[in-house]
């Protein structure tokens, strides 16, 4: 069991920057990636980014590579989403998920969800 905790999320301006965390417990994170999704009003939820938290190998969605990285810090079992020139179809509820690599990797499938973020950006 892995229990995911967002927050960092606000209200925010176009072309403003935002980093957003999602601290992880429960269980030791070896061999697990840990992903952003994002879901917007009416729309359906959308992969953003993971991140392998033993090899520290990266994804992105083609939306948001190059404006968004996914970092993590192994000590505080957390894992960040910065956000740079940030656009308001960027709106949406931010979820962090983890599950173990080899099943979510390549499926976008993931077991355990966060209970979301808000981010805002304003145009």
């Known amino acids: 069991q892995v229990h995911l905790v967002e927050s960092g999320g606000g209200l925010v301006q176009a072309g403003d920057s935002l980093t957003i965390s999602c601290a992880a417990s429960?269980?030791?994170?070896?061999?697990?990636?840990l992903a952003w999704f994002r879901q917007a009003p009416g729309k359906e939820r959308e992969f953003i980014a993971a991140i392998g938290w033993s090899t520290g190998n990266t994804n992105y969605a083609d939306s948001v590579r190059g404006r968004f990285t996914i970092a993590k810090d192994n000590a505080k079992n957390t894992v960040f989403l910065q956000m740079n020139s940030l656009k308001p179809e960027d709106t949406a509820v931010y979820y962090c998920a983890a599950d173990i690599a080899w099943k979510a990797w390549a499926s976008y499938e993931y077991t355990y969800w966060g209970q979301g973020t808000q981010v805002t950006v304003s145009s």
């Open positions: 429960g269980r030791t994170l070896n061999y697990y990636a």
